[in-house]
């Protein structure tokens, strides 16, 4: 099942890529084919997931490369972990392609593109072998850089640039360490590297330990590795950013949550204080600066650098209720913010501009997307009755007895974020129509309302009924503590 | 009395009634204004005669809580999230009053509103807030109702910006939904303490651990985080400077969320967790009890001083609500709630009252208006009673409440009792100076429609389908409008009757723990009479002032200094907090400073590290310049350096392969 999820994104990329070049235009609905279908798998994926089975399900493997005592096997399954953001992924993935409705410029090599991004995260969160997550980790690069720099706005290559060299740099480091890891217990297979994972390394596993959280901090961003993310979101089309936000940085918090703490638990126990203080200045300095900020699509990206320090705040909690406020934090925010770079792109698409001081009284003129971001602001913000509201409150719960300080920075900066998007809806929305926006045209397409109410299906119906999810991650969260407490 | 116990799920029905007017409103009733204006008032019609069911059965049970299970919501380890109803002595109370503000609020809008563009959007705000406070009141767990306090915060907000084509309300909005969230964090604080030290939210088992099993500590910290959401929700200094914008919403919002429902919020949640707070160190209680004191005669100042009839009732409402805290400070739990209940009445009814004088007159500033008196009888007499209620005179509902929170301070601290005195003084001064400049003297001429003040009701309706009020001579208002004003006046004279039998007590007393429950109605002559003049002293000034004009108010000005000015400016606590900490600390100064840092420090020191590197990657390639480039070194470089950690480690296993 979990391969056929794999597949059919690829599969979808490739034969939107050998489309004839006077049917391009149709490559947007093999996009939207192929993704529906693999949403539709990870939602039978999802529904049919064991809460009560310990251990990975859905495994598909066989051995790739046989070098003597080390076989790469490829080997995919899911936990309670991974199946929330294979389920994220999916979805995320039919909202990028519905945004990229309109895209006429090179049609089938950007949609071949997005569906091949699709299969890499997709490879991440499902790969149970090192150097397999390795091989997609850096996979996911290469669709990234082109769509940001061929389809992208502004400063698209310096933006894109950008990014690949703050993940290479990461991810150079992250190769290393898992090498040095896999040599050492002689087997690259995270269910077996978990069981039994070593203790000691040729390199002191301290390093090792940061080699590899480099990478994944990078990705999630966090201060002060985290000025990459503005850039490339500001200047990457909306469905880039959509799953940059949505799915991308979930793969930094996944791959801690995965690899970093129950391989080397001891390292993490040790520096969970660390761990704790970053996370905590960064949700406030990504806060804060997100209030100055003068760009509708900037602000959205700053503001995720504060909320992506929530789930490094539940990582460090080193506990259950920690790591389960971290998982629901990675899908919700996923949902969230995922929705507010909709609304930003739909905005943009009419106005042509992100300027939030050129704008106001949108309300008047396109009350529908006022609407949406108005839900998806008050959901970022951590309205009760949405999404995010139970994720902060479980990280919080989690973290405030292990890092009582941090927790606090974490929650003053829940009052920043009322503070920035309220403004930012005060500006852009409220106040006098003016006669500059009187031509703006509502959202009409079928695609815009497709895109729209998914996402807000998702982020009203997890916050009403969050046994949705909270069941599965509590069976994915759970054997991850205990190796954890074992150590502690 | 009559009744048998009100079932469970009919308790969740009065819940559920609003919801459900919310959901049809948005879903069918979005085209057809009129009949969600009706639908609405018979949901909460519904909502009103459970409630009363409700309220008869706590009678019954002599306002001990009801028995009843709470159910799951979902469960993570070992957080386990149950909702549930809590109904007792206290929650049945307001329940009531909430049903029955909020029904009459309904009914007067179907009048004030008419002809608003929004007034279906109106309706299902409305009907979200009634059910987001009826949830607040209702629950069972802090959890539970911190949610629907967040909600209710959110119905103000959407309620307060209805009008958002005006920055002034866009403003306001935002600004009530910050400065109360400044207090939330205080009270998620509380929340993630108070977990992390007992694993639950459940009300009653939290207000029964206080007793013994928590550390003074502990009770400190819980109880002040409490006390900072209450404050803010409660508009209680410093947090008080957003309740009087907020004026800046619909008029039926005012008189039913800013000042008999949810900013009492912050007042019933300090009620709900009485226990706790009587079991806090002494020092807790102190600061609350001084800190509503002091909200008390502060606002009361400003009350003074305002020109805008809708202002006065905000800093009245200020004021009132730290006579509240004050109570609970000083361990007046039923004091505080009789006075809840008392204010919620009369203060909606004032509210409504101006807003039917600006129906008329299409302003809120007092000296536009005057000599309403003959055109508008029936919201005169209305006015006149819900002031002399609020003022505290003999034998109208405000006068046994107020009574009652000065007898404790009186018990208990004579200083505080003094200051609670001289808002008596100044509550019946703010409130017949505005019904002298309103109702009394020569029309004035109020605003012309077009023109109105920021506040005036007729430029807010823009697209008034009915305008039939304005130029022409003063009018009372419709029928809709009167009905609410007259029904209102009822309790406003009668219900404090119900103090001296001491049934009040002991109803909102069962919802205590028995060993906190010590209500017997007494009173003490003294506290009596200096109150009784105190407010006629207050009416007596207000006169004075208003038929010795001007001139002499000059003189008294003059010999005041800055004082008075200090006093209009509120005392420069928008200035302080707006344009100095918000704009100039955080904005300009923290912020920028960050985002300055940012750019120039850690993204340069990037940028530098990716230069160097091209620099090493132009040595390397012997090619031309370009950022691709830079990308092709910096994979050879990571190769290179993977390659490396590769050697290191093939000579550690070279190592011990081959000692």
Do not use: C
Request: hydrophobic share 55%; proline share 4%.
């Amino acid at each position: 099942m979990l391969t056929t999820f794999l597949l059919l994104p690829l599969g979808g990329a490739v034969l939107a890529a050998f489309l004839p070049h006077d049917r391009e235009r149709d490559a947007r609905w093999i996009a939207l084919t192929f993704a529906l279908a693999a949403f539709a798998v990870s939602i039978v994926m999802f529904i049919r997931f064991d809460t009560g089975v310990e251990g990975y399900q859905f495994v598909d493997s066989f051995d790739w490369i046989k070098a003597g005592d080390f076989n790469v096997r490829y080997v995919v399954g899911v936990d309670g972990l991974s199946a929330p953001l294979v389920l994220l992924l999916g979805l995320l993935s039919v909202v990028s392609v519905l945004v990229s409705w309109n895209i006429d410029v090179k049609p089938k090599q950007y949609f071949a593109w997005l569906l091949l991004l699709e299969a890499a995260v997709a490879g991440v969160f499902i790969s149970l072998d090192l150097i397999q997550f390795f091989l997609f980790w850096e996979l996911e690069l290469i669709p990234m850089f082109l769509l940001i720099s061929q389809w992208g706005s502004g400063r698209r290559l310096y933006s894109a640039t950008k990014f690949l060299i703050y993940t290479l740099a990461g991810s150079a480091l992250m190769l290393a360490g898992f090498l040095v890891l896999g040599f050492e217990a002689g087997t690259f297979d995270i269910a077996r590297l978990t069981a039994n994972p070593p203790t000691e390394a040729v390199v002191p596993m301290a390093a090792v330990f940061w080699a590899i959280m480099l990478a994944f901090l990078v990705k999630l961003p966090v201060f002060p590795v985290h000025t990459w993310l503005p850039d490339a979101h500001t200047d990457a089309p909306t469905a880039v950013s959509v799953m940059l936000a949505g799915v991308l940085l979930k793969m930094g918090g996944y791959g801690i949550l995965r690899i970093a703490v129950p391989l080397m638990p001891e390292q993490a126990v040790e520096f969970q204080t660390v761990l704790a203080t970053i996370a905590g200045f960064s949700v406030i300095w990504g806060a804060i600066i997100t209030l100055r900020q003068t760009d509708l699509k900037r602000l959205v990206a700053y503001s995720s650098v504060s909320h992506m320090g929530y789930v490094l705040l539940g990582v460090s909690a080193m506990g259950s209720m920690g790591f389960a406020g971290a998982a629901l934090q990675m899908f919700t925010h996923g949902t969230i913010t995922g929705l507010l770079f909709v609304m930003v792109g739909l905005v943009y698409e009419r106005t042509h501009t992100r300027e939030i001081a050129r704008m106001s009284g949108l309300m008047h003129r396109v009350p529908i997307l006022g609407i949406g971001m108005v839900i998806a602001g008050l959901a970022s913000l951590g309205l009760p009755g949405m999404s995010g509201f139970v994720a902060e409150l479980t990280t919080f719960l989690g973290s405030f007895e292990a890092h009582p300080t941090a927790t606090i920075f974490a929650i003053f900066g829940v009052v920043l974020s009322a503070g920035y998007i309220l403004w930012m809806i005060q500006r852009v929305f409220h106040g006098p129509a003016t006669e500059e926006w009187k031509h703006l045209k509502d959202a009409s397409e079928w695609w815009e309302f497709a895109a729209v109410g998914a996402l807000v299906i998702a982020i009203i119906g997890i916050g009403i009924y969050p046994a949705i999810l909270t069941d599965v991650v509590e069976a994915g969260v759970a054997p991850i503590a205990a190796i954890v407490e074992a150590v502690s | 009395m009559m009744l048998p116990d009100i079932p469970e799920a009919a308790v969740w029905a009065i819940y559920f009634a609003p919801i459900t007017s919310f959901l049809v409103v948005v879903g069918l009733l979005r085209h057809r204004p009129l009949d969600a204006g009706r639908f609405t008032i018979a949901s909460i019609g519904v909502a009103w005669v459970l409630a009363l069911w409700a309220l008869d059965t706590v009678i019954g049970h002599d306002g001990e809580a009801m028995d009843w299970a709470a159910h799951h919501w979902f469960t993570l380890f070992n957080f386990e999230v149950e909702f549930g109803i809590r109904l007792d002595g206290l929650s049945g109370v307001m329940i009531f009053v909430v049903t029955s503000i909020s029904l009459l609020v309904q009914i007067y809008s179907t009048g004030y509103m008419a002809g608003d563009g929004g007034y279906p959007r109106f309706f299902a705000f409305m009907s979200l807030f009634t059910a987001a406070m009826l949830g607040l009141v209702m629950a069972s767990s802090l959890l539970q109702l911190f949610i629907h306090w967040e909600l209710v915060g959110l119905t103000s907000y959407l309620l307060i910006g209805f009008w958002f084509h005006r920055p002034n309300a866009a403003a306001a909005a935002k600004k009530a939904f910050i400065v109360t969230r400044f207090g939330d964090f205080g009270f998620m604080l509380a929340l993630v303490l108070i977990w992390t030290k007992t694993g639950t939210f459940d009300i009653a088992e939290i207000n029964h651990l206080a007793h013994d099993a928590l550390s003074a500590s502990v009770l400190t910290g819980f109880v002040l985080g409490l006390f900072a959401g209450a404050a803010g929700k409660s508009a209680q200094f410093p947090l008080h400077f957003w309740l009087p914008d907020a004026m800046e919403g619909p008029t039926p919002v005012s008189s039913i969320v800013h000042s008999a429902t949810m900013v009492a919020a912050g007042v019933y949640l300090m009620l709900r967790f009485f226990p706790t707070v009587e079991a806090a160190p002494a020092e807790v209680r102190d600061v609350i009890a001084y800190i509503g004191a002091f909200t008390a005669i502060f606002a009361a100042t400003m009350g003074v001083v305002a020109t805008d009839i809708k202002r006065v009732l905000a800093y009245s409402t200020i004021s009132q609500l730290g006579y509240m805290v004050m109570a609970i400070g000083l361990g007046g739990y039923v004091a505080a709630i009789f006075h809840l209940f008392t204010h919620a009445f009369f203060k909606s009814l004032l509210f409504q009252g101006a807003g039917s004088v600006s129906h008329a007159t299409n302003t809120f500033e007092m000296p536009l208006m005057g000599g309403l008196r003959k055109a508008m009888p029936v919201t005169f007499a209305t006015f006149v009673i819900g002031s002399a209620s609020l003022a505290g005179v003999f034998p109208l509902a405000g006068f046994w409440s107020k009574d009652e929170i000065l007898l404790d301070a009186w018990n208990h601290d004579k200083f505080l009792w003094l200051v609670g005195t001289a808002v008596a003084f100044l509550t019946a001064l703010y409130m017949f100076r505005a019904i002298f400049m309103t109702f009394f003297g020569e029309y004035k001429g109020g605003a012309p429609a077009e023109h109105g003040g920021h506040d005036s009701h007729a430029s807010d309706a823009h697209d008034a389908l009915e305008d039939d009020h304005g130029h022409g001579g003063l009018h009372e208002s419709p029928r809709s409008m009167l009905f609410p004003l007259v029904a209102l006046s009822v309790p406003a004279i009668l219900f404090g009757l119900v103090a001296p039998s001491g049934f009040f007590g002991e109803l909102v007393e069962g919802a205590l723990p028995a060993d906190l429950r010590h209500f017997h109605f007494h009173a003490e002559m003294i506290v009596i009479a200096t109150s009784t003049l105190a407010a006629l002293g207050g009416i007596g000034a207000a006169a004075a002032i208003y038929y010795a004009q001007s001139p002499r108010s000059s003189v008294i000005r003059g010999a005041l200094g800055p004082i008075p000015r200090v006093v209009e400016r509120l005392y420069y606590v928008n200035e302080i907090a707006e344009i100095g900490l918000v704009r100039g600390a955080l904005y300009n100064g923290a912020a920028r400073g960050a985002a300055l840092i940012d750019k120039y420090v850690i993204d340069m020191a990037v940028n530098m590290v990716g230069t160097i590197t091209k620099l090493v990657g132009d040595i390397l390639r012997r090619s031309e310049t370009g950022q691709v480039q830079s990308y092709t070194s910096v994979y050879i470089l990571g190769v290179v350096g993977a390659g490396g950690a590769l050697l290191v480690l093939a000579g550690g296993l070279l190592d011990r392969l081959m000692p």
